[in-house]
């Protein structure tokens, strides 16, 4: 012991054992609140954040018999499509199926179609296996297949499978395009322009990265519209205490719903081109639009129809999901990143940077193929994908609607139209905390999500249109009940 005393007050790295009630002495945790990384802790993500813990409290205090006034809980919070009870697309999970279990491929029960799939799918693994690793960009014959997806969207741009790199989602992709947009000390800082009100991925891999977030506000008067005139206030301002480096768009918007038009589009890759920004699109609602006259407009289609000027120059990097639009394949975590423009040698640094975590998860990549490469209309499973696809787009924009006209009919509530994506952003009008609101809210019927951002003194919150209908007029009614009782207490 008198060693052990000895050999700390010297290295100055182990501290002063302390004695618990039997006289044996214990260390402190290696790994405690002072040691650990100080950026970790700055990281927030609201929408599996406390109200979401308290939702799960609730639930299980429901399941044992405690007496609520209410008899479940409607989770709102997240844009978990299955979840909330939607069908999954037939074809899809047929041919992860039979990859999963090749002997099925002698079952009668599935398609040609399907087979044909999985056969050409499991050719292109090790061993013949999804057990297998990939490449650590992903399976060359899915990339390929992404490619082409790509240029049909785009009506003919060419498309590069090798400025595709697979992903664990969408989210993966994203963060290791920040890991590499991140460098630099003090006003050097790397700055990183994302949209308030945003999606809480971005701040949280910002200060993960202990990069600096840029804010620019989006326009709710103007159905949450982006202005260039606010990117420009914003990039200047951030230019006193960082160096700006990105500019990070979603398309269509979360939390916010709205559909960028081609003249909006083009106008941001003109600033950003000015300014010298990498262009980060996130496009994974891209099937996801429901008002009339908005339409869904890829960043690289209108990048390259803008003409070399810009196509040759701006760099950017575009991102696409299983995990919404009409597949709502969340749990598979499939996605990949299209890199365009991008210096030589930083991409053979993005190549080592995905190869450290080995490969995306095989069966995500199997499915993320199935939705770029998707039954033709020559196939026999065809009619029943066009049948489940469109019902599932079709219901999405019913409870767009739906959530738009309810919620106007509060008194003291504001909702833009919903335009794509699958969330709404509605105000209450209150001088409480929306922390508050969304408590008091959640303890009377439903648990809705914060941490999004919004401009000083206001008090939105984030709700997302999947649950089932009949469900959704639940929730919308109770709502709408419960900010009466709330006003009237407040007022």
């Known amino acids: 012991y008198k060693l052990f005393r000895w050999f700390s007050a010297k290295q100055c790295a182990l501290p002063t054992p302390k004695m618990t009630e039997n006289g044996l002495g214990h260390r402190e945790k290696v790994l405690n609140m002072n040691t650990m990384n100080p950026n970790v802790k700055r990281v927030e993500y609201a929408v599996r954040g406390p109200i979401v813990q308290r939702a799960v409290q609730i639930e299980k205090e429901l399941k044992e018999g405690v007496k609520k006034p209410f008899s479940e809980v409607i989770k709102a919070n997240i844009g978990d499509a299955h979840a909330m009870g939607q069908k999954p697309i037939t074809f899809f999970r047929q041919v992860v199926a039979l990859c999963a279990y090749p002997d099925l491929l002698e079952d009668n029960k599935f398609p040609d179609d399907a087979k044909n799939r999985a056969r050409r799918i499991l050719q292109s693994c090790g061993g013949g296996s999804l057990g297998a ?89 103007k159905c949450w519209g982006l202005d260039v005139s606010e990117l420009r206030r914003a990039v200047e301002a951030a230019r006193e205490h960082c160096k700006p480096r990105a500019l990070c768009i979603i398309n269509p ?3 916010t719903g709205q559909v960028q038009s081609r003249q909006c589009i083009e106008d941001v890759i003109r600033f950003a081109a000015e300014e010298r920004l990498f262009l980060m699109a996130d496009e994974v609602y891209q099937d996801n639009v429901y008002a009339e006259g908005c339409q869904f407009h890829s960043f690289k289609k209108v990048l390259f129809e803008m003409g070399p000027e810009y196509s040759n120059t701006v760099e950017l990097a575009s991102f696409h999901s299983t995990s919404k639009c009409y597949m709502g394949e969340c749990g598979f975590r499939g996605g ?19 190869s450290v975590r080995l490969c995306p998860p095989i069966p995500g990549q199997v ?66 905390s929306n922390h508050g609101y969304v408590i008091r809210a959640m303890c009377s019927h439903h648990p809705l999500s914060l941490g999004f951002g919004q401009r000083d003194g206001t008090h939105h919150f984030r709700m997302t249109i999947l649950p089932a209908t009949e469900k959704l007029k639940i929730v919308l009614e109770n709502i709408r009940a419960f900010h009466k009782r709330f006003t009237e207490e407040f007022s």
């Open 133 to 221: 690793y990939s490449a650590s960009t992903g399976i060359e014959v899915i990339r390929q297949d992404v490619a082409r997806y790509i240029e049909k969207r785009d009506g003919g741009i060419p498309s590069n499978p090798d400025n595709i790199y697979l992903s664990t989602g969408a989210s993966d992709a994203i963060v290791t395009m920040l890991k590499l947009l991140t460098s630099g000390e003090g006003k050097t800082r790397s700055g990183v322009m994302i949209s308030i009100p945003q999606y809480p991925l971005y701040s949280a891999a910002l200060a993960e990265l202990a990069a600096v977030q840029i804010s620019y506000y989006l326009d709710e008067d």
């Open 253 to 255: 918007g979360n939390p």
């Open 336 to 354: 990949y990143m299209e890199v365009i423009n991008m210096d030589p040698q930083v991409k053979l640094q993005l190549t080592k940077l995905v």
């Open 367 to 432: 499915l993320l193929d199935l939705v770029v490469n998707p039954p033709r209309p020559d196939e026999p499973s065809y009619a029943t994908f066009i049948k489940e696809r469109t019902a599932n787009l079709e219901i999405l924009a019913e409870k767009a609607k739906l959530t738009e006209q309810i919620f106007n009919t509060v008194s003291g509530i504001r909702c833009n139209p919903v335009q794509g994506a699958m969330y709404t952003f509605p105000l209450p009008y209150s001088s409480y």
